[in-house]
């Protein structure tokens, strides 16, 4: 993973083989980032999971061929709980015939190259915590 951090910005390029979401906490862990926003996000990915809420489980689509990584945006807030960082992205994919689909990333795996701007936030605090209803939601504090 390459990284370059500037004026409240990260630029992440990721590597082929590389753990998505276990780079992504790397860099928040490493580079200090208690909330912030996925600006954008391109390259590819394998091992696919992506979810669908239907307003009370995700319902889960795995995809493992190799799919293009057109469309990524999300946010970076820290659990109230334990004060890691919890990441919340949604991507559109576009398989080998070009159909699009898109929704709640659950995991994935780069596949060649990924590359990723988020901006840190300053003087905001993003909170993930659950709601009267038990589901779990973002707070700015």
Not at 57 to 84: A, C, F, H, R, W
Request: with cysteine.
């Amino acid at each position: 993973m390459i990284i370059k951090e500037g004026n409240g910005f990260i630029a992440i390029r990721m590597e082929d083989g590389e753990n998505f979401f276990e780079s992504i906490k790397t860099v928040c862990k490493n580079y200090s980032v208690e909330s912030g926003v996925i600006i954008n996000g391109i390259g590819m990915l394998r091992d696919l999971k992506i979810g669908y809420w239907d307003g009370k489980e995700y319902k889960i689509e795995e995809i493992e061929v190799p799919v293009e990584l057109v469309s990524m945006q999300g946010n970076i807030g820290t659990s109230e709980n334990d004060g890691d960082p919890i990441v919340h992205i949604h991507i559109a994919v576009a398989k080998p015939d070009h159909t699009v689909i898109g929704g709640h990333f659950v995991s994935g795996t780069v596949n060649n190259t990924g590359e990723i701007f988020l901006q840190k936030l300053e003087n905001i605090t993003l909170l993930r915590r659950k709601d009267p209803n038990g589901l779990l939601g973002l707070y700015p504090a």
